[in-house]
């Protein structure tokens, strides 16, 4: 079908280079993955750093510290007693907890700062990618409403992520051993991480929203790579209504028998947490959305 008005489609969806769309907005979510994960990995040292400090000033080692301060212990530092072994158990202090509050009050700020740029460029390219798919010529009025709810809501999920994995050591036996492990972990993996879902889901969220911006009335999921997961693959093609879901929160995706015990599941399943209005449906989801 030829290009006509704003919201109609070429039929072979041919964008740039010969390129068809998936494989376009494909090329433009792997040209600005690497640019996220260098804005993530600035944010990730800074946070490591910052809590690393707090630990060995209100309770905790930090890469193998005594703590406390002043050699204090009890409210004041680390609380010490011995476990099985001789072990020491150490737990932080009240005073780090509210640091912790008060630190990932201001840190959505400092993500949402830091990843703008890369936010922003590849939601642009995925607009104008689009606008060329339907043979529209308008400007995306929306953008600057699109890019700061995203990154509201991303600065959000990065702090609320970091509040509750380090709330799963700051108790309990060798408290502050475990959360510097974890410290050591993000250094290696969460950057990665962050870049390879935030570069999914800002293009997900990005295309559902220019096809509104363009008049689209319908939009297909398409998975993309010779690997698609069986939960994926469900969603694969389906066609739906531009502010329909593609799951509601409660369904089931790729289900099991009714009835069937959990440790006979022959099937990969997942129960949607929420509403499912664009890709990424999981973590290391690759799939894309396009006009329908």
């Known amino acids: 079908r030829a290009a006509g008005a704003p919201g109609e489609l070429r039929g072979t969806y041919e ?4 390129r068809q769309l998936p494989e376009e907005l494909e090329r433009i979510r792997g040209l600005w993955r690497p640019v996220m994960l260098a804005a993530a990995e600035r944010l990730v040292k800074r946070e490591v750093r910052e ?7 209100y309770g905790g080692s930090g890469q193998g510290g005594q703590g406390g301060r002043s050699g204090q212990s009890g409210e004041q530092g680390q609380k010490g007693q011995k476990g099985q072994k001789g072990i020491e158990i150490r737990a932080f202090s009240m005073e780090f907890l509210k640091w912790v509050e008060e630190f990932y009050k201001e840190f959505p700020a400092e993500v949402r700062r830091e990843m703008r740029a890369a936010i922003q ?7 104008d990618t689009m606008r060329v798919a339907v043979g529209s010529e308008e400007a995306w009025g929306a953008s600057e409403d699109v890019l700061r709810d995203y990154l ?10 970091s509040v509750g994995q ?14 510097d492990e974890r410290m050591g972990e993000w250094l290696v993996k969460r950057a990665e991480k962050v870049a390879r879902r935030e570069s999914a889901q800002a293009q997900g969220y990005a295309a559902w929203q220019s096809m509104k911006s363009l008049g689209v009335l319908r939009m297909r999921w398409k998975a993309m790579g010779s690997e698609t997961c069986p939960l ?14 593609f799951g509601r929160a409660g369904d ?18 997942l129960k949607l947490a929420y509403d499912v209005h664009h890709p990424p449906l999981h973590d290391g989801c690759d799939c894309i959305l396009v006009p329908a």
């Open 166 to 179: 380090i709330r799963e050591f700051i108790e309990g036996e060798e408290a502050d051993r475990l959360l």
């Open 252 to 269: 089931v995706i790729n289900p099991n028998r009714t009835g069937q015990d959990r440790e006979q599941d022959e099937k990969v399943s």
């Open 15 to 18: 964008v740039r280079a010969g």
């Open 121 to 127: 460029g590849m939601m642009a390219e995925t607009f």
């Open 152 to 161: 509201e809501n991303m600065g959000d999920r990065w702090a609320g992520s």
């Open 232 to 245: 994926c693959l469900e969603l694969d093609g389906k066609e739906i209504g531009i502010d329909d879901p």
């Open 51 to 57: 809590i690393r400090k707090a630990m060995k000033k």
